[in-house]
């Protein structure tokens, strides 16, 4: 549903960006400082062709004045790697600028969204919804009954009813290369070494425990924590609980991960959590948890990657206590926006905790064939994947 009123107010702030990113291109700072202090143009604005944002601009005229002016007034320099980020410009004053500002953390614009939403950054709340259905209430997705089918292309389906007539993939054939690179990456030792221990947190189709058990060293412990009663019904069936090595704990995550039938355990070398119905605050609390479980520094640990993939905001999705300056930004920009903030939000997150972060790229282009789907409402439309791996940081590495 449109609203004028809002789209009017949004015209005229577009209208103060371009404004904006004309006077700093012209390397005027007085004229810029007039701009903003009259105005308060929206400071993250970049010109719809180029990308190019004020940081840019200010960058290509080699003036740190008004490098040093826009950051300070809240000019955004990392928002996303589909946008041309301005702190990789090649100019000595743009790096040595950003550089400064990086370091002392002046700029952390995953936080700084997400707080405008009206989250914190620690505790995390980031975007909630008011959505009960199992697609996004977790006491909801326990109760609804799962379907285990295969479609005609062959694909692997775990499925759940959201709402009157919405289906959506629990787990979905279709990320298989994603659990392969994963398993590749944190737990694939040469044959003749010990199988490791690992912690899998949500079953769903099996798809990477199935790999963790055909890894050159299957696991000598396998621990997989499931709540969902079809889930549990599924690997009976599937013969699970008579596998060799395979620990299985019925309930919530919540429910084990500080037991001390978990902890007796003795660490493991490999962690994954893909969970369903749950949000960053919840991915936030595992993170909590994950140095008292790993080995050591040696040991990995990753999750499915997947929050803020969907599809971009509109002006009738957004709450109207949400800044109109932000409104704008949720609406203007792409699906990458969002799924950059939040692996940039977690990155820092952990590094707090004493976790490093390195990411590489999968390709999932599949997922923009809408017959992958099979009538599932798409909970990823990103042509790539950015997959986590995370490891204890070494006391010589602090």
Same mark, same amino acid.
């Given at each position: 549903?449109?609203?004028?009123?809002?789209?009017?107010?949004?015209?005229?702030?577009?209208?103060?960006?371009?404004?904006?990113?004309?006077?700093?291109?012209?390397?005027?700072?007085?004229?810029?400082?007039?701009?903003?202090? *009259?105005?308060?143009?929206?400071?993250?604005?970049?010109?719809?062709?180029?990308?190019?944002?004020?940081?840019?601009?200010?960058?290509?005229?080699?003036?740190?004045?008004?490098?040093?002016?826009?950051?300070?007034?809240?000019?955004?320099?990392?928002?996303? *790697?589909?946008?041309?980020?301005?702190?990789?410009?090649?100019?000595?004053?743009?790096?040595?600028?950003? #550089?400064?500002?990086?370091?002392?953390? +002046?700029?952390?614009?995953?936080?700084?969204?997400?707080?405008?939403?009206?989250?914190?950054?620690?505790?995390?709340?980031?975007?909630?919804?008011?959505?009960?259905? #199992? #697609?996004?209430?977790?006491?909801?997705?326990?109760?609804?009954?799962?379907?285990?089918?295969?479609?005609?292309?062959?694909?692997?389906?775990?499925?759940?009813?959201?709402?009157?007539?919405?289906?959506?993939?629990?787990?979905?054939?279709?990320?298989?290369?994603?659990?392969?690179?994963?398993? +590749?990456?944190?737990?694939?030792?040469?044959?003749?070494?010990?199988?490791?221990?690992?912690?899998?947190?949500?079953?769903?189709?099996?798809?990477?425990?199935?790999?963790?058990?055909?890894?050159?060293?299957?696991?000598?412990?396998?621990?997989?924590?499931?709540?969902?009663?079809?889930?549990?019904?599924?690997?009976?069936?599937?013969?699970?609980?008579?596998?060799?090595?395979?620990?299985?704990?019925?309930?919530?995550? *919540?429910?084990?991960?500080?037991?001390?039938?978990?902890?007796?355990?003795?660490?493991?070398?490999?962690?994954?959590?893909?969970?369903?119905?749950?949000?960053?605050?919840?991915?936030?609390?595992?993170?909590?948890?994950?140095?008292?479980?790993?080995?050591?520094?040696?040991?990995?640990?990753?999750?499915?990657?997947?929050?803020?993939?969907?599809?971009?905001?509109?002006?009738?999705?957004?709450?109207?206590?949400?800044?109109?300056?932000?409104?704008?930004?949720?609406?203007?920009?792409?699906?990458?926006?969002?799924?950059?903030?939040?692996?940039?939000?977690?990155?820092?997150?952990?590094?707090?905790?004493?976790?490093?972060?390195?990411?590489?790229?999968?390709?999932?282009?599949?997922?923009?064939?809408?017959?992958?789907?099979?009538?599932?409402? +798409?909970?990823?439309?990103?042509?790539?994947?950015?997959?986590?791996?995370?490891?204890?940081?070494?006391?010589? *590495?602090?």
């Amino acid at each position: 549903m449109h609203d004028p009123e809002i789209e009017d107010e949004a015209e005229l702030y577009i209208e103060a960006g371009i404004r904006l990113l004309d006077a700093v291109e012209s390397a005027d700072l007085v004229a810029v400082k007039r701009l903003v202090e *009259q105005e308060e143009p929206p400071m993250f604005f970049q010109d719809p062709e180029s990308g190019w944002s004020a940081l840019h601009l200010a960058a290509a005229a080699e003036s740190s004045e008004l490098l040093e002016y826009l950051l300070e007034r809240g000019a955004v320099w990392n928002l996303g *790697q589909w946008w041309l980020e301005a702190s990789r410009y090649d100019s000595p004053p743009m790096q040595r600028v950003c #550089a400064k500002y990086k370091a002392e953390k +002046k700029v952390q614009s995953s936080e700084f969204i997400l707080r405008a939403l009206g989250g914190s950054a620690d505790p995390p709340s980031a975007i909630r919804t008011d959505d009960e259905t #199992a #697609a996004a209430s977790l006491d909801t997705f326990l109760k609804s009954r799962l379907t285990f089918t295969t479609d005609a292309k062959g694909q692997d389906l775990c499925m759940v009813r959201a709402g009157d007539d919405a289906e959506v993939g629990v787990m979905m054939g279709w990320e298989r290369p994603i659990m392969v690179e994963t398993v +590749k990456r944190i737990c694939d030792a040469p044959p003749e070494t010990h199988g490791p221990r690992v912690l899998n947190v949500g079953f769903g189709l099996g798809i990477i425990d199935t790999l963790f058990q055909a890894s050159s060293a299957p696991p000598s412990l396998h621990v997989i924590i499931e709540a969902h009663p079809d889930v549990l019904a599924h690997m009976r069936k599937t013969g699970w609980y008579e596998k060799e090595n395979v620990m299985i704990l019925e309930g919530k995550w *919540q429910d084990h991960i500080s037991s001390d039938l978990l902890l007796s355990l003795g660490g493991f070398d490999a962690i994954y959590t893909d969970t369903f119905s749950e949000e960053y605050a919840d991915l936030y609390a595992f993170f909590e948890h994950v140095p008292n479980l790993l080995r050591g520094p040696s040991a990995y640990f990753s999750w499915f990657n997947g929050l803020g993939a969907t599809s971009r905001y509109t002006f009738s999705l957004i709450p109207r206590k949400v800044p109109m300056w932000l409104t704008i930004l949720l609406c203007h920009f792409s699906d990458a926006l969002f799924y950059d903030i939040y692996a940039r939000l977690a990155e820092l997150h952990l590094n707090d905790m004493g976790l490093s972060v390195s990411w590489s790229e999968v390709d999932v282009s599949e997922v923009e064939d809408d017959t992958i789907w099979s009538g599932s409402r +798409k909970y990823f439309t990103l042509p790539f994947y950015r997959l986590p791996i995370c490891a204890m940081v070494s006391p010589a *590495q602090g």
